[in-house]
């Protein structure tokens, strides 16, 4: 099982400003399509309550697995899943319903649960050309200094760069 973090970050290393805040609203087009691209590719998202929230509906041809404490009764589209298992039990139930790579999508503590669960093996961190000065943390909590290795480096357009790195683990 492939398991890798997308996101996109500020040049001063921010997620977002605030909370509810959307990154549509501030990354490039170019960033919106490699994400779709990707994900669709990978047919697995993986994402928070609040990052599903400001998101506010399912992705289209993907599985929606969202993390949250509450989950709803009936209804729920076909695309869309709560869960409230650890990071390695869920990749193994995805598993073993044939998917072979997931997306981790945030937000911060669903980043931090799958690195400190050791189960991620790529990273596709997107630069912006843009400064919040403050603002969400891509982890939530400090991983202990983990090495990655860069493995490419590409520009999505002639302001924003995607830097792929693989965990340690995978070198």
């Not at 549509?24 to 928070?48: I, L, N």
């Not at 949250?68 to 319903?97: D, I, M, V």
């Amino acid at each position: 099982m492939h398991c890798f973090i997308i996101a996109a970050l500020s040049a001063d290393g921010f997620l977002a400003e605030k909370s509810n805040q959307n990154s549509t609203g501030w990354t490039s087009a170019e960033d919106t399509q490699f994400f779709k691209e990707r994900t669709k590719q990978a047919g697995v998202v993986v994402m928070g309550r609040t990052t599903y929230e400001t998101v506010g509906k399912p992705l289209p041809g993907r599985l929606n697995i969202i993390y949250s404490r509450q989950t709803p009764g009936s209804g729920l589209p076909e695309n869309l899943r709560y869960t409230q298992l650890a990071p390695q039990e869920l990749l193994e139930q995805l598993q073993a319903e044939g998917h072979s790579e997931v997306a981790i999508c945030g937000g911060s503590s669903i980043y931090t649960q799958f690195m400190k669960a050791g189960v991620v093996d790529t990273l596709y961190l997107t630069i912006e050309p843009i400064l919040f000065g403050q603002g969400i943390n891509l982890f939530t909590e400090p991983l202990g200094g983990k090495k990655l290795t860069l493995r490419k480096v590409s520009n999505l357009s002639s302001q924003t760069v995607l830097l792929e790195f693989s965990t340690s683990s995978q070198v």
